[in-house]
């Protein structure tokens, strides 16, 4: 059997991020299979929207649709440090974007920071804008990013097929509307969860269905602070569940503060991922996700 307590430790590096639509006219989005990270979470209503994270080592060609911030994506985007591409966001996102120091540099569609962006006019606006790895690259020379984040990530070797379960393992979130449902399902010969969103597989622009490494459901304190948008607790701690060989394990989260990058533990010792993409579904702790 694997030894698992043998971890790899990712060195620190640089890093961006890029706030991404995800309603059911702009999928398969661009470039989304080629995110190191992806958090998903409720944006207003029942609408969710992504945040993926990408090592400026590895640009993708395209990225998008590209859409506007959220106060508690700003607090994720923070521990990865790089560039942050957005366009526009909610007033209190704005605000705190405006008032706050981050370890990010803002770079926002909606100001003189357009030039890093484009659309795309046979696509329906707002869903149309993109950006590209030349755009990237003229972002990363001209704010010349200099921090390299250590999130203290470990990764271990997948667990050896014969001891990965037979049975059939999916995760169901359905985040309040039909068309955001997501349903990860356990694929053993691969050791990866395949993605259904809407009630249709999810594929990158070529027909592949995406699939990930590891999936981690993180419950987070959420409220309503108007007619549609929400606020969520992302600094403290809570709990949350690491699904990765086709088991379930429950985990803890500690955010101390803005500065400090979360934690993601098990039994107070740092998780260990599988090599590969990561997504992060954030979950509101008031509601109840299916496993089996």
Known sequence: MVDLEQP?????????????????????????????????ALAEGSITRLLAIFSLADLPDTLGPIRSARPYYLSWANDYGG??????????ALQQLASTDWHFTNVDEISYQGIYFYRD????????????????????????PEKESSLGWQYKEDLELVYRPVE??????????????????????????QREVGGTMQTNEQGD???????????????LIDIERLAMQTIGQGTGFLFRDGQKQEIAWVKEDKETPM????????????????????????LNFEYN
């Open 263 to 286: 934690q993601l533990l098990i039994d107070n010792s740092l998780i260990k991922l599988n090599m590969g993409q990561t997504w992060i579904n954030i979950w509101p702790s008031y």
């Open 121 to 144: 006019y046979q696509k329906n606006n707002p869903h149309n804008l993109f950006t590209n790895s030349n755009l990237i690259q003229a972002a990363i020379e001209k704010y010349q």
């Open 8 to 40: 790899t430790i990712v060195a620190p590096q640089k890093y961006f991020s890029v706030m991404i639509d995800n309603t059911t006219e702009v999928r398969p989005q661009s470039g989304l299979d080629q995110a190191m990270v992806v958090y998903e």
């Open 168 to 193: 059939q393992k999916y995760i169901r979130l359905p985040y309040g509307h039909e068309n955001y449902e997501v349903v990860w399902t356990y694929e053993r010969a691969e050791n990866v969860w």
């Open 83 to 92: 560039l942050y591409l957005h366009a526009g966001g909610s007033p209190q």
């Open 209 to 223: 269905v995406l699939v990930v490494k590891n999936v981690i459901v993180l419950l987070m304190d959420t409220e």
